[in-house]
């Protein structure tokens, strides 16, 4: 019990002190050495890369497993969760059905690629199907949730999370510069860009988080984590279809309506609470010129602001924590055949992000 207490906090604490380290680094770098007045280095990105670095020179990721998984599955959804007070249910509506009309044909074009080119690879269907759902909707959680629903082995699960993992992180670092090249003065179609073509739901928080910092445009982040859920709850629609595709919920033993509590992502109810506080509030404060009788204008954008920050404070250190738990070893885990594979998929969905994207805004 105590080595797992000593587990768990230590693997806080070490996130926490790399997300703050980040942002103090990110300061010095911007405004005390290139002597500007706002640091155009991101503190997210630096965050990863530190955490990268502990990761592949020392054996802390093993060390303290407990407090970095505690960070990644947690930490990231409460920080996500709280980010819904940026946004009014208008807004949450809007970007939403405009990031529908680019998650679609993404996810649909995927799957239908997967069927057609796994086997000039030579890969299991199942394998193929994991790492296009975990590519497509949202990395490892879309991975796991499908794994049993095919009944895809062991071997397959791993070599699908490390392949989508990898790619998952270098287009959370390169796809906020493509997004700034592609639409350069259009933070919606920026933002459509990252939600829907980057694989987990934390690596398209710290791409919209890097491209709002780079380039000042909160929006971005807005609309990426927003297109992003709506991917998230994609998994309702695709995964009974592959179970149904490869086997069926008889055979496995659990119902439909079980199946779909389980894989269902209940954050996003979170989200959108804090949408509808917002809209409340702001509302309240229009009509009485108080937020919920209680807030004067001052004291409710305070609030707003203060969530604000430690939503962006949480990421931070979930972003740390997916860097610690980076491992550079599993490239030689995949094989060449997979990584080819999963490089292809990668660029796939991104490319058609990038079409739909441009197409219909």
């Known amino acids: 019990m105590k080595n797992r207490f000593f ?31 706002k640091s155009p280095i ?11 670095l502990i990761a592949n020179t020392t054996r802390l990721a093993d060390i303290c497993d407990l407090g970095i998984t505690f960070c990644i599955k ?56 994991l790492i296009a759902v975990g590519t497509s909707i949202c990395g490892a959680t879309a991975i796991i949730a499908t794994a049993p629903a095919i009944k895809a082995k062991k071997e ?36 459509l860009f990252l939600g829907s073509s980057i694989h987990e739901t934390g690596q398209v928080a710290g791409a919209g988080m890097i491209y709002a910092d780079q380039y000042l445009s909160p ?6 984590t927003v297109t992003k859920l709506v991917r998230n709850t994609a998994m309702l629609v695709v995964i009974p279809y592959l179970s149904l595709k490869h086997t069926s919920y008889k055979e496995t033993g659990i119902s439909i309506g079980k199946k779909l509590y389980q894989i269902f992502p209940f954050f996003i109810l979170g989200f959108l609470f804090f949408g509808l506080v917002r809209t409340f509030g702001d509302y309240s404060l229009e009509q009485s010129s ?64 990038l079409l739909t994207t441009s197409l219909f805004f």
């Not at 510069?177 to 259009?186: S, T």
């Not at 972003?319 to 080819?340: E, P, Q, R």
């Open 74 to 129: 947690y930490i990231l959804k409460i920080g996500i969760i709280l980010m819904g007070i940026r946004l009014g249910m208008n807004e949450m509506i809007s970007f939403g059905f405009k990031g529908f009309l680019v998650v679609t044909p993404c996810i649909i074009l995927t799957l239908l690629m997967v069927d057609k080119s796994r086997s000039y690879f030579g890969l299991s269907s199942n394998l193929a199907t």
């Open 219 to 224: 929006k971005v982040l807005d609309v990426s």
């Open 156 to 191: 397959e699960i791993a070599y699908a999370i490390a392949n989508i993992s990898i790619f998952g992180i270098f287009a959370m670092v390169f796809y906020p510069l493509v997004a700034h090249y592609f639409f350069p003065k259009n933070p919606l179609s920026a933002g």
């Open 290 to 353: 108080k937020a919920f009788g209680l807030f004067n204008i001052e004291l409710w954008n305070w609030l707003i602001l203060e969530i604000n920050f430690l939503s962006k404070l949480l990421l931070t250190i979930a972003m740390s924590a997916i860097g610690i738990s980076t491992d550079l070893k599993k490239l030689k885990l995949i094989g060449v055949k997979v990584f080819y594979y999963g490089f292809a998929i990668a660029l796939f969905v991104g490319v058609i992000s």
């Open 42 to 52: 991101s503190p997210i990105f630096l965050a990863l890369i530190v955490g990268v």
């Open 7 to 37: 587990n768990f906090s230590i693997g806080i604490l070490i996130s926490v002190i790399v997300a703050l380290s980040s942002q103090f680094l990110s300061k010095l770098l911007g405004i005390q050495v290139l002597q500007l007045e």
